[in-house]
Protein backbone atom coordinates (compact mmCIF):
# COMPACT_ATOMS: atom_id res chain seq x y z
CA UNK A 1 0.00 0.00 0.00
CA UNK A 2 1.55 3.82 -0.45
CA UNK A 3 2.08 5.62 1.43
CA UNK A 4 -1.24 8.33 2.83
CA UNK A 5 -0.57 10.98 4.10
CA UNK A 6 -2.41 12.15 7.18
CA UNK A 7 -4.57 14.94 5.63
CA UNK A 8 -5.28 12.32 3.22
CA UNK A 9 -6.41 9.56 5.30
CA UNK A 10 -9.95 9.53 5.00
CA UNK A 11 -12.24 12.79 3.83
CA UNK A 12 -14.80 14.39 5.96
CA UNK A 13 -18.34 13.69 4.47
CA UNK A 14 -20.93 15.95 5.85
CA UNK A 15 -24.32 14.18 7.22
CA UNK A 16 -27.34 16.49 5.78
CA UNK A 17 -29.81 14.88 8.36
CA UNK A 18 -32.45 17.57 7.65
CA UNK A 19 -32.35 17.15 3.52
CA UNK A 20 -33.20 13.49 4.76
CA UNK A 21 -36.70 14.81 5.87
CA UNK A 22 -39.36 16.03 3.53
CA UNK A 23 -39.70 19.96 3.37
CA UNK A 24 -43.25 19.55 3.98
CA UNK A 25 -42.91 17.08 7.36
CA UNK A 26 -42.90 19.98 9.81
CA UNK A 27 -46.15 21.73 8.52
CA UNK A 28 -47.69 18.11 8.63
CA UNK A 29 -46.91 17.55 11.74
CA UNK A 30 -47.94 20.83 13.09
CA UNK A 31 -51.54 20.28 11.39
CA UNK A 32 -52.00 16.92 12.98
CA UNK A 33 -51.50 18.62 16.07
CA UNK A 34 -53.61 21.64 15.48
CA UNK A 35 -56.64 19.48 13.47
CA UNK A 36 -56.39 16.67 16.44
CA UNK A 37 -55.32 18.43 19.46
CA UNK A 38 -54.17 15.51 21.20
CA UNK A 39 -50.24 15.76 22.30
CA UNK A 40 -51.46 18.59 24.47
CA UNK A 41 -53.19 17.32 26.95
CA UNK A 42 -50.87 13.57 27.27
CA UNK A 43 -47.34 15.79 27.18
CA UNK A 44 -46.49 12.68 24.90
CA UNK A 45 -43.43 14.85 23.21
CA UNK A 46 -42.52 12.71 19.26
CA UNK A 47 -43.99 9.91 20.27
CA UNK A 48 -47.68 11.74 21.02
CA UNK A 49 -46.75 13.75 17.66
CA UNK A 50 -46.56 10.83 15.43
CA UNK A 51 -49.21 8.88 16.92
CA UNK A 52 -51.66 11.82 15.38
CA UNK A 53 -49.85 11.72 11.89
CA UNK A 54 -51.06 8.50 12.18
CA UNK A 55 -54.56 9.18 12.75
CA UNK A 56 -54.63 11.88 9.98
CA UNK A 57 -53.14 8.97 7.32
CA UNK A 58 -56.21 7.10 7.93
CA UNK A 59 -58.52 9.78 7.74
CA UNK A 60 -56.91 10.40 4.37
CA UNK A 61 -56.16 7.14 3.39
CA UNK A 62 -60.03 6.00 4.82
CA UNK A 63 -59.72 2.76 7.19
CA UNK A 64 -58.60 0.47 4.83
CA UNK A 65 -55.32 1.65 4.85
CA UNK A 66 -54.54 -0.44 8.30
CA UNK A 67 -55.64 -3.73 6.16
CA UNK A 68 -52.55 -3.15 3.74
CA UNK A 69 -50.21 -6.77 4.04
CA UNK A 70 -48.06 -6.80 7.27
CA UNK A 71 -49.93 -3.85 9.51
CA UNK A 72 -51.55 -5.92 11.24
CA UNK A 73 -50.88 -7.18 15.64
CA UNK A 74 -50.91 -10.37 14.02
CA UNK A 75 -47.81 -9.14 12.18
CA UNK A 76 -46.44 -6.71 14.54
CA UNK A 77 -47.13 -8.48 17.98
CA UNK A 78 -48.89 -6.90 21.03
CA UNK A 79 -46.16 -4.22 21.40
CA UNK A 80 -45.22 -0.94 22.48
CA UNK A 81 -45.49 2.62 20.74
CA UNK A 82 -43.11 1.57 17.52
CA UNK A 83 -43.42 4.98 15.05
CA UNK A 84 -42.36 3.06 11.83
CA UNK A 85 -45.55 0.97 12.56
CA UNK A 86 -48.56 1.62 9.99
CA UNK A 87 -51.34 1.39 13.19
CA UNK A 88 -50.79 0.60 16.91
CA UNK A 89 -51.23 -2.20 19.32
CA UNK A 90 -51.10 -1.21 22.50
CA UNK A 91 -53.93 0.65 24.48
CA UNK A 92 -53.43 3.92 24.09
CA UNK A 93 -54.12 3.20 20.66
CA UNK A 94 -57.85 3.71 21.39
CA UNK A 95 -57.55 6.98 22.38
CA UNK A 96 -55.24 8.07 19.03
CA UNK A 97 -57.51 6.57 17.05
CA UNK A 98 -54.56 4.50 15.40
CA UNK A 99 -55.16 0.85 16.65
CA UNK A 100 -54.60 -2.46 13.86
CA UNK A 101 -57.73 -3.68 12.71
CA UNK A 102 -57.32 -7.21 14.95
CA UNK A 103 -56.28 -5.22 17.85
CA UNK A 104 -59.26 -6.02 19.72
CA UNK A 105 -59.15 -9.60 18.90
CA UNK A 106 -55.18 -10.39 19.66
CA UNK A 107 -54.57 -7.44 21.95
CA UNK A 108 -56.74 -5.61 23.85
CA UNK A 109 -56.98 -6.72 27.82
CA UNK A 110 -60.61 -7.09 27.73
CA UNK A 111 -59.51 -10.19 24.80
CA UNK A 112 -59.88 -13.84 26.26
CA UNK A 113 -57.03 -15.06 27.97
CA UNK A 114 -55.71 -17.58 25.13
CA UNK A 115 -55.53 -13.69 23.19
CA UNK A 116 -54.42 -10.71 25.09
CA UNK A 117 -52.32 -12.81 27.46
CA UNK A 118 -50.37 -15.31 25.44
CA UNK A 119 -47.20 -15.21 23.52
CA UNK A 120 -49.24 -16.12 20.44
CA UNK A 121 -50.54 -13.03 20.48
CA UNK A 122 -48.12 -10.60 21.96
CA UNK A 123 -44.67 -12.18 20.10
CA UNK A 124 -41.79 -13.48 21.39
CA UNK A 125 -40.87 -9.90 22.18
CA UNK A 126 -38.77 -8.15 24.69
CA UNK A 127 -40.07 -6.83 28.22
CA UNK A 128 -43.28 -4.83 28.10
CA UNK A 129 -43.86 -3.79 31.32
CA UNK A 130 -48.06 -3.39 29.89
CA UNK A 131 -48.19 -7.02 29.06
CA UNK A 132 -49.68 -9.45 31.70
CA UNK A 133 -47.27 -11.63 31.12
CA UNK A 134 -43.77 -11.89 29.08
CA UNK A 135 -42.74 -13.63 26.27
CA UNK A 136 -38.80 -13.39 26.44
CA UNK A 137 -36.08 -15.92 27.97
CA UNK A 138 -35.85 -14.21 31.44
CA UNK A 139 -39.47 -15.00 32.15
CA UNK A 140 -38.68 -17.86 33.55
CA UNK A 141 -35.97 -16.17 36.08
CA UNK A 142 -38.86 -13.59 37.12
CA UNK A 143 -41.75 -16.37 36.98
CA UNK A 144 -44.10 -14.43 34.88
CA UNK A 145 -44.00 -16.46 31.31
CA UNK A 146 -47.06 -16.54 29.43
CA UNK A 147 -48.87 -19.74 29.62
CA UNK A 148 -48.28 -20.66 26.27
CA UNK A 149 -43.66 -19.04 26.27
CA UNK A 150 -42.71 -22.99 25.67
CA UNK A 151 -44.73 -23.56 22.74
CA UNK A 152 -43.95 -20.26 20.85
CA UNK A 153 -41.35 -18.94 21.94
CA UNK A 154 -39.08 -20.73 24.01
CA UNK A 155 -37.94 -23.04 20.99
CA UNK A 156 -36.28 -20.12 19.47
CA UNK A 157 -32.95 -20.87 20.80
CA UNK A 158 -33.20 -24.24 19.17
CA UNK A 159 -33.85 -23.31 15.83
CA UNK A 160 -30.31 -23.75 14.81
CA UNK A 161 -27.33 -25.99 16.56
CA UNK A 162 -25.41 -23.81 18.97
CA UNK A 163 -21.71 -23.23 18.09
CA UNK A 164 -19.02 -24.24 21.27
CA UNK A 165 -18.39 -20.23 21.29
CA UNK A 166 -18.89 -16.46 20.27
CA UNK A 167 -16.96 -13.52 19.82
CA UNK A 168 -17.51 -10.18 21.17
CA UNK A 169 -16.65 -8.54 17.81
CA UNK A 170 -16.55 -4.52 17.26
CA UNK A 171 -16.41 -4.26 21.20
CA UNK A 172 -12.83 -3.55 22.72
CA UNK A 173 -11.18 -3.29 18.89
CA UNK A 174 -12.97 -1.42 16.49
CA UNK A 175 -14.42 -2.75 12.66
CA UNK A 176 -15.29 0.10 10.80
CA UNK A 177 -17.74 -2.25 9.03
CA UNK A 178 -19.88 -3.23 12.43
CA UNK A 179 -20.84 0.51 12.57
CA UNK A 180 -21.53 1.49 8.80
CA UNK A 181 -25.28 1.89 8.71
CA UNK A 182 -27.23 0.89 6.25
CA UNK A 183 -24.10 1.51 3.51
CA UNK A 184 -22.17 -0.93 4.43
CA UNK A 185 -21.39 -2.67 1.54
CA UNK A 186 -17.73 -4.89 2.52
CA UNK A 187 -16.24 -6.72 5.56
CA UNK A 188 -12.76 -5.66 3.96
CA UNK A 189 -13.55 -2.36 3.28
CA UNK A 190 -12.13 -1.38 -0.27
CA UNK A 191 -9.81 1.67 -1.40
CA UNK A 192 -8.43 3.76 1.45
CA UNK A 193 -11.84 5.41 2.76
CA UNK A 194 -13.82 3.88 5.39
CA UNK A 195 -17.53 2.74 6.28
CA UNK A 196 -17.50 3.73 9.81
CA UNK A 197 -20.85 6.40 10.42
CA UNK A 198 -21.16 6.70 14.08
CA UNK A 199 -20.43 5.00 17.22
CA UNK A 200 -23.43 5.00 19.94
CA UNK A 201 -24.52 5.86 22.22
CA UNK A 202 -22.56 9.93 21.77
CA UNK A 203 -20.88 9.88 18.34
CA UNK A 204 -24.07 9.74 16.10
CA UNK A 205 -24.32 9.61 11.74
CA UNK A 206 -24.43 12.97 12.05
CA UNK A 207 -20.84 13.57 12.46
CA UNK A 208 -18.38 15.18 9.83
CA UNK A 209 -16.73 12.01 8.95
CA UNK A 210 -16.69 8.47 8.19
CA UNK A 211 -14.03 6.49 9.48
CA UNK A 212 -11.66 3.99 8.66
CA UNK A 213 -9.95 2.34 11.88
CA UNK A 214 -10.22 2.97 15.22
CA UNK A 215 -6.56 4.45 15.69
CA UNK A 216 -7.79 7.22 12.96
CA UNK A 217 -11.10 8.16 14.50
CA UNK A 218 -9.83 8.30 18.32
CA UNK A 219 -6.94 11.09 16.58
CA UNK A 220 -9.64 12.95 15.22
CA UNK A 221 -11.97 13.23 17.62
CA UNK A 222 -8.76 14.10 19.93
CA UNK A 223 -8.50 17.08 17.57
CA UNK A 224 -11.60 17.74 16.85
CA UNK A 225 -13.48 17.64 20.35
CA UNK A 226 -10.50 17.05 23.26
CA UNK A 227 -9.03 14.48 24.75
CA UNK A 228 -11.89 14.01 27.77
CA UNK A 229 -14.47 14.08 24.53
CA UNK A 230 -13.07 11.10 23.04
CA UNK A 231 -12.28 9.41 26.27
CA UNK A 232 -16.24 9.83 27.05
CA UNK A 233 -17.19 8.47 23.47
CA UNK A 234 -15.34 5.03 23.50
CA UNK A 235 -15.95 4.64 26.76
CA UNK A 236 -19.84 5.15 26.44
CA UNK A 237 -19.77 2.10 23.72
CA UNK A 238 -17.85 0.16 25.79
CA UNK A 239 -20.24 0.29 28.75
CA UNK A 240 -23.06 -0.18 26.53
CA UNK A 241 -22.07 -2.59 23.15
CA UNK A 242 -21.93 -5.80 25.83
CA UNK A 243 -23.76 -5.59 28.93
CA UNK A 244 -24.50 -8.27 31.52
CA UNK A 245 -27.69 -8.99 30.11
CA UNK A 246 -25.73 -10.06 26.74
CA UNK A 247 -23.56 -12.62 29.05
CA UNK A 248 -26.88 -13.68 30.30
CA UNK A 249 -28.25 -14.43 26.86
CA UNK A 250 -25.34 -16.36 25.95
CA UNK A 251 -25.35 -18.59 28.70
CA UNK A 252 -28.91 -19.18 28.45
CA UNK A 253 -28.31 -20.09 24.30
CA UNK A 254 -25.81 -23.20 25.87
CA UNK A 255 -23.27 -21.62 25.12
CA UNK A 256 -19.80 -22.16 27.15
CA UNK A 257 -17.11 -19.68 25.53
CA UNK A 258 -16.89 -16.20 24.80
CA UNK A 259 -14.02 -14.83 22.85
CA UNK A 260 -13.34 -11.33 23.40
CA UNK A 261 -10.59 -9.60 21.20
CA UNK A 262 -8.27 -6.71 22.72
CA UNK A 263 -6.61 -4.15 21.73
CA UNK A 264 -3.00 -3.95 22.31
CA UNK A 265 -3.43 -0.85 24.42
CA UNK A 266 -4.56 -3.14 27.35
CA UNK A 267 -1.09 -3.05 28.09
CA UNK A 268 0.11 0.25 26.51
CA UNK A 269 2.18 0.53 30.23
CA UNK A 270 4.47 -2.08 28.91
CA UNK A 271 5.78 0.05 26.67
CA UNK A 272 7.29 2.68 28.81
CA UNK A 273 11.07 1.71 28.43
CA UNK A 274 9.85 3.74 25.29
CA UNK A 275 8.87 6.77 26.17
CA UNK A 276 7.86 6.67 30.34
CA UNK A 277 5.85 9.93 29.71
CA UNK A 278 3.26 8.87 26.75
CA UNK A 279 2.60 5.19 27.88
CA UNK A 280 2.79 6.20 31.77
CA UNK A 281 0.20 3.72 34.06
CA UNK A 282 -3.19 5.08 33.95
CA UNK A 283 -3.09 7.07 30.95
CA UNK A 284 -6.49 7.48 29.11
CA UNK A 285 -4.92 7.82 25.62
CA UNK A 286 -1.61 6.64 23.97
CA UNK A 287 -0.11 7.38 20.78
CA UNK A 288 0.40 4.32 18.15
CA UNK A 289 4.57 4.21 18.27
CA UNK A 290 4.86 4.94 15.02
CA UNK A 291 2.30 7.14 13.68
CA UNK A 292 2.25 9.11 16.29
CA UNK A 293 1.24 12.18 14.70
CA UNK A 294 -1.67 10.18 13.03
CA UNK A 295 -3.27 7.47 14.94
CA UNK A 296 -3.96 7.72 19.38
CA UNK A 297 -5.78 4.97 20.83
CA UNK A 298 -7.93 5.01 24.72
CA UNK A 299 -6.61 1.96 26.53
CA UNK A 300 -8.77 -0.44 28.39
CA UNK A 301 -8.82 -0.40 31.78
CA UNK A 302 -7.08 -3.62 33.19
CA UNK A 303 -9.45 -3.41 36.49
CA UNK A 304 -12.61 -3.43 34.27
CA UNK A 305 -11.42 -6.15 32.19
CA UNK A 306 -10.72 -8.38 35.65
CA UNK A 307 -14.11 -6.98 36.52
CA UNK A 308 -15.75 -8.48 33.23
CA UNK A 309 -13.82 -12.03 34.28
CA UNK A 310 -15.54 -12.13 37.68
CA UNK A 311 -19.54 -11.53 35.90
CA UNK A 312 -18.16 -14.28 33.18
CA UNK A 313 -17.17 -17.02 35.81
CA UNK A 314 -20.80 -15.60 37.29
CA UNK A 315 -22.70 -17.11 33.86
CA UNK A 316 -20.54 -20.01 34.14
CA UNK A 317 -18.77 -18.94 31.08
CA UNK A 318 -14.96 -19.64 30.02
CA UNK A 319 -13.76 -16.22 28.59
CA UNK A 320 -10.43 -16.48 25.75
CA UNK A 321 -8.32 -13.51 25.73
CA UNK A 322 -7.29 -12.41 21.89
CA UNK A 323 -4.70 -9.41 21.52
CA UNK A 324 -6.05 -8.71 18.16
CA UNK A 325 -3.82 -5.57 17.45
CA UNK A 326 0.03 -4.86 17.74
CA UNK A 327 1.69 -1.30 17.37
CA UNK A 328 1.73 0.26 14.05
CA UNK A 329 -0.76 -2.53 12.49
CA UNK A 330 0.05 -6.09 12.03
CA UNK A 331 -2.10 -6.64 9.27
CA UNK A 332 -3.73 -4.83 6.32
CA UNK A 333 -7.20 -4.34 7.67
CA UNK A 334 -9.24 -2.30 9.35
CA UNK A 335 -8.70 -3.95 12.67
CA UNK A 336 -5.35 -3.01 12.78
CA UNK A 337 -6.32 0.06 13.79
CA UNK A 338 -3.59 1.55 11.67
CA UNK A 339 -5.60 1.59 8.73
CA UNK A 340 -5.73 2.73 5.62
CA UNK A 341 -1.84 3.47 6.67
CA UNK A 342 0.13 0.60 6.13
CA UNK A 343 1.31 -1.78 8.68
CA UNK A 344 4.63 -1.11 10.51
CA UNK A 345 4.97 -3.57 13.07
CA UNK A 346 6.84 -6.33 11.29
CA UNK A 347 9.33 -3.72 9.51
CA UNK A 348 8.95 -0.32 11.42
CA UNK A 349 11.11 1.08 14.59
CA UNK A 350 9.51 3.08 17.01
CA UNK A 351 9.42 7.34 16.51
CA UNK A 352 8.35 8.22 20.15
CA UNK A 353 11.08 8.52 23.22
CA UNK A 354 13.62 6.46 22.02
CA UNK A 355 13.83 6.37 18.42
CA UNK A 356 14.94 2.90 16.84
CA UNK A 357 13.26 0.46 18.89
CA UNK A 358 11.53 -2.53 16.25
CA UNK A 359 7.95 -2.50 17.06
CA UNK A 360 8.17 -6.34 16.76
CA UNK A 361 10.31 -6.27 20.12
CA UNK A 362 7.87 -3.61 21.35
CA UNK A 363 5.26 -6.35 20.85
CA UNK A 364 7.04 -8.72 22.84
CA UNK A 365 7.15 -6.49 25.66
CA UNK A 366 3.13 -6.36 25.35
CA UNK A 367 3.09 -10.47 24.91
CA UNK A 368 5.07 -10.51 28.79
CA UNK A 369 2.53 -7.70 30.25
CA UNK A 370 -0.45 -9.32 28.97
CA UNK A 371 0.65 -13.52 30.45
CA UNK A 372 2.15 -11.99 33.46
CA UNK A 373 -1.28 -9.78 34.33
CA UNK A 374 -3.29 -13.22 33.22
CA UNK A 375 -0.92 -15.03 35.94
CA UNK A 376 -1.61 -12.42 38.47
CA UNK A 377 -4.95 -12.72 38.42
CA UNK A 378 -7.39 -13.51 41.30
CA UNK A 379 -8.68 -17.14 41.78
CA UNK A 380 -12.25 -16.29 40.69
CA UNK A 381 -11.61 -14.34 37.46
CA UNK A 382 -8.30 -16.80 36.22
CA UNK A 383 -11.13 -19.44 36.56
CA UNK A 384 -13.04 -17.75 33.87
CA UNK A 385 -9.96 -17.62 31.32
CA UNK A 386 -9.96 -20.81 29.29
CA UNK A 387 -7.41 -19.22 26.65
CA UNK A 388 -5.03 -16.68 25.26
CA UNK A 389 -4.00 -15.65 21.52
CA UNK A 390 -1.05 -13.39 21.77
CA UNK A 391 -1.44 -12.18 18.09
CA UNK A 392 -4.63 -13.02 15.79
CA UNK A 393 -3.71 -13.85 12.03
CA UNK A 394 -0.42 -12.61 11.98
CA UNK A 395 0.67 -10.17 8.96
CA UNK A 396 -2.89 -10.78 7.51
CA UNK A 397 -3.43 -10.16 3.30
CA UNK A 398 1.19 -9.77 3.45
CA UNK A 399 1.05 -12.32 0.13
CA UNK A 400 -1.28 -9.81 -1.49
CA UNK A 401 0.64 -6.77 -0.92
CA UNK A 402 4.05 -8.42 -1.69
CA UNK A 403 2.68 -9.48 -5.15
CA UNK A 404 1.10 -5.35 -5.61
CA UNK A 405 5.31 -4.81 -4.60
CA UNK A 406 4.33 -3.17 -1.15
CA UNK A 407 5.42 -5.76 1.09
CA UNK A 408 4.89 -5.37 4.97
CA UNK A 409 7.58 -8.05 6.47
CA UNK A 410 10.66 -9.84 5.84
CA UNK A 411 9.05 -12.89 4.84
CA UNK A 412 7.38 -15.85 6.39
CA UNK A 413 9.98 -16.91 8.04
CA UNK A 414 10.18 -13.40 10.29
CA UNK A 415 6.51 -14.18 10.92
CA UNK A 416 7.16 -17.74 12.21
CA UNK A 417 10.05 -16.87 14.00
CA UNK A 418 7.77 -13.95 15.97
CA UNK A 419 5.05 -15.97 16.79
CA UNK A 420 7.37 -18.89 18.04
CA UNK A 421 8.60 -16.21 20.37
CA UNK A 422 5.99 -15.10 21.89
CA UNK A 423 4.59 -19.03 22.02
CA UNK A 424 7.73 -19.63 24.23
CA UNK A 425 7.10 -16.65 26.96
CA UNK A 426 3.70 -18.52 27.13
CA UNK A 427 5.39 -22.02 27.47
CA UNK A 428 7.73 -20.88 30.46
CA UNK A 429 4.84 -19.41 31.82
CA UNK A 430 2.11 -20.76 35.03
CA UNK A 431 -0.37 -20.68 32.48
CA UNK A 432 -0.04 -23.88 30.85
CA UNK A 433 -0.07 -25.79 34.52
CA UNK A 434 -3.06 -23.84 35.26
CA UNK A 435 -5.21 -25.70 33.30
CA UNK A 436 -4.58 -22.20 30.45
CA UNK A 437 -4.42 -23.05 26.55
CA UNK A 438 -2.78 -21.12 24.13
CA UNK A 439 -4.54 -20.73 20.43
CA UNK A 440 -1.75 -20.13 17.57
CA UNK A 441 -3.70 -18.23 15.24
CA UNK A 442 -2.21 -18.70 11.70
CA UNK A 443 -3.64 -17.14 8.40
CA UNK A 444 -3.32 -18.51 4.52
CA UNK A 445 -3.04 -14.81 3.50
CA UNK A 446 0.77 -14.48 5.06
CA UNK A 447 1.92 -17.89 3.05
CA UNK A 448 2.52 -18.62 -0.06
CA UNK A 449 2.03 -22.94 0.12
CA UNK A 450 0.13 -22.80 3.49
CA UNK A 451 -0.46 -26.21 4.09
CA UNK A 452 2.77 -27.10 3.18
CA UNK A 453 4.77 -24.16 5.53
CA UNK A 454 2.36 -23.77 8.61
CA UNK A 455 2.05 -27.88 9.45
CA UNK A 456 5.77 -28.86 9.39
CA UNK A 457 6.43 -25.45 11.61
CA UNK A 458 3.70 -26.47 14.07
CA UNK A 459 5.28 -30.05 14.07
CA UNK A 460 8.74 -27.98 14.91
CA UNK A 461 7.65 -25.51 17.31
CA UNK A 462 5.41 -27.99 19.64
CA UNK A 463 6.10 -30.70 21.44
CA UNK A 464 3.37 -33.60 20.77
CA UNK A 465 2.92 -33.51 24.36
CA UNK A 466 1.99 -29.85 24.13
CA UNK A 467 -0.23 -30.32 20.76
CA UNK A 468 -1.72 -32.73 22.20
CA UNK A 469 -2.56 -30.36 25.93
CA UNK A 470 -2.09 -26.35 26.06
CA UNK A 471 -1.33 -25.63 22.20
CA UNK A 472 -4.52 -25.19 20.04
CA UNK A 473 -3.69 -24.59 16.61
CA UNK A 474 -6.12 -21.79 14.97
CA UNK A 475 -7.09 -21.37 11.86
CA UNK A 476 -10.26 -19.13 10.60
CA UNK A 477 -12.73 -20.34 8.15
CA UNK A 478 -14.88 -18.55 5.90
CA UNK A 479 -16.69 -19.45 2.65
CA UNK A 480 -17.70 -15.84 1.60
CA UNK A 481 -14.39 -15.21 0.43
CA UNK A 482 -13.95 -18.88 -0.96
CA UNK A 483 -15.86 -18.71 -5.25
CA UNK A 484 -17.11 -22.24 -5.65
CA UNK A 485 -18.20 -22.19 -1.76
CA UNK A 486 -20.00 -18.75 -1.37
CA UNK A 487 -23.48 -18.24 -2.44
CA UNK A 488 -24.85 -14.70 -4.33
CA UNK A 489 -28.33 -13.74 -5.35
CA UNK A 490 -27.15 -13.88 -8.75
CA UNK A 491 -24.48 -16.43 -10.92
CA UNK A 492 -20.77 -15.96 -10.01
CA UNK A 493 -20.72 -18.33 -6.72
CA UNK A 494 -20.67 -21.98 -6.04
CA UNK A 495 -24.99 -21.41 -5.63
CA UNK A 496 -27.52 -19.03 -6.20
CA UNK A 497 -29.22 -18.05 -3.22
CA UNK A 498 -32.92 -19.08 -4.82
CA UNK A 499 -31.62 -22.86 -5.20
CA UNK A 500 -33.42 -25.51 -3.13
CA UNK A 501 -31.95 -25.38 0.30
CA UNK A 502 -31.17 -29.19 0.05
CA UNK A 503 -29.24 -28.28 -3.11
CA UNK A 504 -27.02 -25.93 -1.41
CA UNK A 505 -26.77 -28.20 1.68
CA UNK A 506 -25.53 -30.46 -0.37
CA UNK A 507 -22.27 -28.31 -1.79
CA UNK A 508 -22.48 -26.63 1.38
CA UNK A 509 -21.43 -30.10 2.84
CA UNK A 510 -18.88 -31.04 0.31
CA UNK A 511 -17.25 -27.76 0.76
CA UNK A 512 -16.76 -27.69 4.83
CA UNK A 513 -16.03 -31.93 4.88
CA UNK A 514 -13.05 -30.93 2.29
CA UNK A 515 -11.75 -28.52 4.05
CA UNK A 516 -12.38 -30.13 7.44
CA UNK A 517 -10.36 -33.33 6.13
CA UNK A 518 -7.26 -31.28 4.96
CA UNK A 519 -7.06 -29.47 8.41
CA UNK A 520 -7.61 -33.06 10.23
CA UNK A 521 -4.74 -34.57 7.96
CA UNK A 522 -2.58 -31.86 7.96
CA UNK A 523 -2.56 -30.75 11.65
CA UNK A 524 -1.51 -33.01 14.18
CA UNK A 525 -3.21 -31.96 17.96
CA UNK A 526 -5.53 -29.50 19.44
CA UNK A 527 -7.64 -27.80 17.14
CA UNK A 528 -9.90 -24.44 17.19
CA UNK A 529 -11.59 -22.29 14.36
CA UNK A 530 -12.14 -19.21 16.93
CA UNK A 531 -13.97 -16.92 13.50
CA UNK A 532 -16.71 -18.24 11.52
CA UNK A 533 -19.91 -16.97 10.22
CA UNK A 534 -22.81 -17.99 8.22
CA UNK A 535 -21.85 -15.01 5.29
CA UNK A 536 -22.10 -15.97 2.26
CA UNK A 537 -20.75 -13.87 -0.01
CA UNK A 538 -18.73 -10.95 1.71
CA UNK A 539 -21.12 -8.69 0.08
CA UNK A 540 -24.09 -8.54 2.23
CA UNK A 541 -25.69 -6.84 -0.54
CA UNK A 542 -25.19 -9.63 -2.96
CA UNK A 543 -25.24 -12.23 -0.30
CA UNK A 544 -27.88 -14.84 0.53
CA UNK A 545 -30.20 -13.71 3.33
CA UNK A 546 -33.55 -16.16 3.96
CA UNK A 547 -33.40 -16.85 7.47
CA UNK A 548 -34.27 -21.00 6.61
CA UNK A 549 -30.97 -21.11 4.36
CA UNK A 550 -28.55 -19.30 7.48
CA UNK A 551 -30.15 -21.79 9.92
CA UNK A 552 -29.29 -24.67 7.83
CA UNK A 553 -25.76 -23.10 6.71
CA UNK A 554 -25.08 -22.65 10.79
CA UNK A 555 -26.38 -26.33 11.53
CA UNK A 556 -23.84 -27.45 9.10
CA UNK A 557 -20.89 -25.89 9.82
CA UNK A 558 -21.42 -26.71 13.84
CA UNK A 559 -22.08 -30.19 13.28
CA UNK A 560 -19.44 -30.38 10.94
CA UNK A 561 -16.81 -28.41 13.25
CA UNK A 562 -18.11 -30.88 16.47
CA UNK A 563 -17.48 -34.46 14.27
CA UNK A 564 -14.04 -33.30 13.20
CA UNK A 565 -13.20 -32.07 16.90
CA UNK A 566 -12.23 -28.63 15.65
CA UNK A 567 -13.65 -25.84 18.87
CA UNK A 568 -15.77 -23.61 17.08
CA UNK A 569 -16.85 -19.94 17.92
CA UNK A 570 -19.18 -17.56 15.42
CA UNK A 571 -18.15 -14.26 14.43
CA UNK A 572 -19.86 -12.37 15.81
CA UNK A 573 -22.15 -11.74 18.94
CA UNK A 574 -23.75 -8.23 18.06
CA UNK A 575 -24.02 -6.32 15.25
CA UNK A 576 -26.91 -3.57 15.16
CA UNK A 577 -25.09 -0.92 14.09
CA UNK A 578 -24.19 -2.32 10.53
CA UNK A 579 -27.45 -3.41 9.69
CA UNK A 580 -26.75 -4.88 5.86
CA UNK A 581 -24.21 -7.21 7.91
CA UNK A 582 -26.49 -8.72 10.83
CA UNK A 583 -28.46 -11.40 8.97
CA UNK A 584 -25.30 -13.65 8.52
CA UNK A 585 -22.77 -11.91 11.15
CA UNK A 586 -24.66 -11.57 14.16
CA UNK A 587 -25.50 -14.73 16.24
CA UNK A 588 -27.89 -12.86 18.26
CA UNK A 589 -29.99 -11.53 15.54
CA UNK A 590 -29.89 -15.53 14.62
CA UNK A 591 -31.33 -16.51 17.79
CA UNK A 592 -34.11 -13.82 17.70
CA UNK A 593 -33.00 -11.78 20.94
CA UNK A 594 -32.41 -9.16 18.37
CA UNK A 595 -34.13 -7.53 15.66
CA UNK A 596 -33.69 -4.61 13.54
CA UNK A 597 -35.08 -1.01 15.23
CA UNK A 598 -35.81 2.16 14.65
CA UNK A 599 -33.54 3.31 17.39
CA UNK A 600 -30.48 1.48 15.69
CA UNK A 601 -30.86 3.06 12.92
CA UNK A 602 -31.42 6.52 13.84
CA UNK A 603 -27.82 6.06 15.95
CA UNK A 604 -25.86 4.87 12.65
Not at 110 to 115: D, E, G, L, T, V
Not at 213 to 237: C, D, M, N, P, Y
Request: hydrophobic fraction near 40%; charged fraction near 20%; charge should be negative.
Amino acid sequence: MKWVSSSCVFSFIVFLSLARRSSAAPDLELEALVEDAQCSDLGAGSDCALQAMQLRSRRVLGEDATLLAGESCQAYGCVGYVGSHACQCNEQCRHFGNCCHDFESRCSVAASPSAAGSCQAFGCVGYASNHSCQCNEKCRRHDNCCHDFEVHCAEVRQRFAVPRGVNLGGWLVLEDWFFSGNSGRHVMTKGNKGQGACLPPLLHNSQETKWPSEGILTKWLERSRGEEAAVQIFEAHRQSFIGESDLEDIARLGIRSVRIPLPWTAFADALSPLDAEAYAPGAKIVPDPYYRDEVSFVTVDRDWLAGLLRKAAHHNLKVFLDLHTMPGGSSDATYSGVWPLPPKFWIGNARVGKSGHPLREAGLLIVDAFIQWVESLGEVELSAVGGLTLLNEPAHMSRRDEARGEAFTKGEKQVMEWVAEAASAFRHSSLPARGVKLYVSMTDSAFQFYWDTVPAWWARTFSRQERHSWAVFDVHFYDAWTPKCSGRVNPGGGYVCSQPIEEIRSLVHSCHEDYLSLFAKKIDGLKASTEFSVATFEDPVLACRDERLLHMYLDEQVNIFKRFQVEAFFWSWRMPYGRNFESAWSLKHLAGLETLSDASTEEC
